[in-house]
């Protein structure tokens, strides 16, 4: 799994540099070496890194060349709106299968009663190709809105899962703002509202990763619905642990960092079905693999690269640092993994 990984991995960094030619060339000859020399261990590495090459030439071409003009049509929104400084909202969308960084100027309020999912008409220009950053979330450009049209109706899941954090956003009314905006980053990652300072000092104290959405809040969902599910019968526990995962990764926005531990709980759940556990280093790889086959591009996101590195730190050290600290064990086991990730 570790050399499948690897070749993943290396496919995907090397797409944006090499030529589609020039990696049809390299396929042929290295696959021919490996075979003729018996290296078919290496054979399915190379198999699987020139896919994940070729898909990642895909994602780089698709925003190589950006459309600079006038666009108009109905946008889906795939993101929250968010505040910009100096006024106005920025949000994520796609229009015609292409994705945008929509800016709203300050007059345009509007758009911040929205969620990701819902849908509207809009026309505007894009004036701005995207950059490297930018591009790593599928973004063509930068569009500017000068007109809004009707709101339209979200996908079903989309308003499930919109209608529950609005009960959550209701639910912290009570709170003073920075406390509500807290709570809102604790528990489904929406740090839209969370003032500077509140990240400034989490991260002072070393508690920065509390304000994201990662494998902790997929393992406290899990532990929640634990005694429902534990009730059902093993036929219908699976298909729902794997629904409430999909449901909460669509709650979170799908962030990387909750992609990979939905991923690894579903491949978990699946495996103790078919009655054979997995190794969580090898559930981790096929996770990646799995995950960087379907988009190349996330190997180039901060928050998928942290979520990977400490979920594998975990794996690989935290037993031996348990191991090595003196003392109760809980206590040894809680600084091992802190450590570790």
């Known amino acids: 799994m570790a050399f499948t990984l690897l070749g993943v991995m290396a496919g995907a960094l090397l797409a944006q540099p090499l030529s589609a030619p020039w990696l049809g060339v390299l396929f042929g000859l290295t696959l021919s070496w490996l075979i003729l020399g018996g290296h078919r261990r290496w054979v399915g ?11 990642s030439g895909l994602a ?10 006038p666009v108009t049509g109905v946008a889906q929104l795939m993101s929250d709106p968010t505040e910009r400084i100096g006024g106005g909202w920025r949000v994520e969308v796609r229009i015609d299968e292409k994705r945008y960084d929509a800016t709203f100027t300050s007059t345009q309020n509007s758009i911040a009663a929205l ?14 190709a995207p950059r490297q950053w930018q591009r790593t979330r599928h973004v063509v450009g930068t569009l500017r809105v000068d007109e809004l049209g009707p709101v339209q109706q979200a996908w079903w899941p989309y308003r499930l899962a919109n209608g529950v954090r609005r009960i959550l956003a209701r639910g912290t009314a009570v709170l003073q703002p920075g406390q509500a905006a807290l ?101 981790l790889g096929v996770t990646t693999v799995a995950l960087l086959l379907v988009d190349p591009l996330l190997l180039y996101r901060a928050a998928f690269q942290l979520s990977v590195a400490a979920s594998g ?29």
């Open 115 to 128: 969620l990701a999912g819902q849908r509207l008409e809009l026309s505007g220009q894009v004036r701005t």
């Open 183 to 283: 709570l809102s980053g604790l528990t489904i990652g929406d740090d839209r509202f969370q003032g500077p300072a509140i990240s400034d000092d989490f991260r002072a104290a070393g508690l920065g990763h509390l304000l994201a959405v990662s494998g902790q809040n997929v393992a406290f969902v899990l532990t929640a619905a634990s005694p429902l599910l534990n009730r059902l019968r093993t036929r219908s526990r699976l298909p729902l642990t794997l629904l409430l995962l999909i449901f909460f990764a669509l709650l979170t926005r799908f962030e990387p960092s909750v992609l990979r531990a939905t991923v690894m709980a579903g491949g978990s759940a699946m495996a103790l079905g078919a009655g054979r556990p997995i190794m969580g280093l090898r559930l």
């Open 313 to 341: 730190g975990i794996l690989l050290l935290a037993g031996p640092l348990a191991r090595a600290f003196p003392g109760p064990r809980t206590v040894a086991n809680s600084l091992a993994v802190t450590l570790a990730a």
């Open 45 to 55: 590495m190379l198999l699987l890194g020139t896919v994940a090459c070729h898909f």
């Open 60 to 69: 780089w071409q698709a925003t190589a060349v950006p459309y600079l003009g």
